[in-house]
């Protein structure tokens, strides 16, 4: 079985039935999750819970790195995990430890806005049981699970200003990738070329003008991840207006 885990197969194909059933699963793990959570009355055991999604995203990721050493093929250049769904990863536990705000704003509006087209337009070549297709989508359906349950179990809200706030603090992340890319001739956060399949980067234009193109859609995505909680306070205001600013 070991074999069929770390042999690459090429086999993923877009929108098939193990891409729906991936969604389709970790859509039901999340709600049975975040259900459980909501409903329980002991801190501890929410704590718990959300500590330890933070432990097994992040350690997907190590996981991953770690077999691509034992084979001898881990590159530099490639398997950093640099991608910004791998660098949320590796820094989950702290956010799911402290549960700071904060971190909260900045994984909330970089996940939800980042990895919807790595869902809908996966850069995954092989299939289930591969690890790597496992890890794919324990990292990126992984990370929206713990999101929403910070919102929904914690209650946890971001506010307007947290949307200029992850945007600025994106700026840095993306200039630090784009001087690991210059040193190593890579190309971490596609800012040297387009992924190898179909992505929402083709409708961008050509280098380097969807990195611009991108950048400037990041602010409308953020907004739109923003809204639900625009209304919700849009309705609170409607219902009480005496009590709310």
């Known amino acids: 079985m070991y074999e069929y885990v770390i042999k690459e197969n090429h086999a993923f194909t877009m929108w098939s039935a193990e891409h729906v059933l991936a969604l389709l699963f970790f859509a039901l793990l999340g709600y049975i999750i975040i259900r459980r959570a909501a409903s329980a009355q002991m801190a ?69 806005s980042g990895t919807l087209q790595a869902i809908i337009t996966p850069d995954l070549q092989d299939s289930f049981p591969h690890y790597h297709f496992i890890k794919y989508w324990v990292v990126h359906l992984g990370l929206v699970i713990v999101v929403v349950y910070a919102a929904v179990v914690y209650q946890m809200r971001p506010s307007s200003k947290s949307i200029l706030k992850a945007f600025l603090w994106l700026q840095p992340y993306v200039l630090f990738c784009m001087a690991v890319n210059y040193l190593l001739h890579a190309n971490y956060l596609y800012l040297n070329a387009k992924p190898p399949v179909a992505s929402l980067l083709d409708f961008m234009g050509p280098w380097p003008v969807y990195i611009f193109v991108a950048q400037l859609i990041a602010m409308p995505l953020f907004l739109l991840a923003y809204l639900p909680f625009w209304l919700y306070k849009r309705k609170l205001r409607a219902a009480a207006p005496h009590t709310l600013n």
Do not use: H
């Open 44 to 112: 501890g055991y929410k704590n718990r819970l959300f500590m330890g999604m933070g432990w097994v995203i992040s350690g997907t990721v190590i996981g991953w790195s770690l077999i691509k050493i034992s084979l001898g093929n881990f590159s530099i250049n490639q398997d950093l995990p640099l991608p910004l769904c791998n660098f949320l990863a590796l820094v989950l536990p702290v956010f799911t430890i402290t549960r700071s705000l904060f971190l909260f704003e900045l994984f909330y509006f970089w996940v939800l």
